[in-house]
């Protein structure tokens, strides 16, 4: 069983930056993609980046494109979010994720991640 904890989460002001981390129990973290999505209140999850499982591909939802930069360190089981040039609508419960098939290329959507995080909270004032 795969346990993944994600940290870094807080209060920031408009135009501030945060840096989350989620880090994965077992031998196998660096078979696989990762995933950060997002849950605003009242709305559904959404996807926010992913990385393939070496860190050499990236993908980005277009709303955080240029302001968010997804890594990984394998020798360390953790996957991070840099989030930089925060805004009010980045406020949302933010989860890891680690995708279903090893060495395949990034996903994009929920269906193709089996383990999740319990979440750590990104709020952003005005």
């Known amino acids: 069983q795969v346990q993944l904890v994600e940290s870094g989460g807080g209060l920031v002001q408009a135009g501030g930056s945060l840096r989350l981390s989620c880090t994965a129990s077992?031998?196998?973290?660096?078979?696989?993609?990762m995933g950060w999505f997002r849950q605003a209140p009242g709305k559904e999850r959404e996807f926010v980046a992913a990385?393939?499982?070496?860190?050499?591909?990236?993908y980005y939802a277009g709303s955080v494109k240029g302001r968010f930069t997804i890594s990984r360190d394998n020798a360390k089981n953790t996957v991070y979010l840099q989030m930089n040039s925060l805004k009010p609508e980045d406020t949302a419960v933010y989860y890891c994720a680690r995708s279903n098939t090893a060495f395949t290329v990034v996903a994009t959507t929920q269906d193709n991640y089996h383990y999740w995080g319990q979440g750590t909270q990104v709020t952003v004032s005005s």
């Open positions: 990385i393939s499982w070496s860190g050499g591909s990236t």
């Open positions: 077992g031998r196998t973290f660096s078979r696989y993609p």
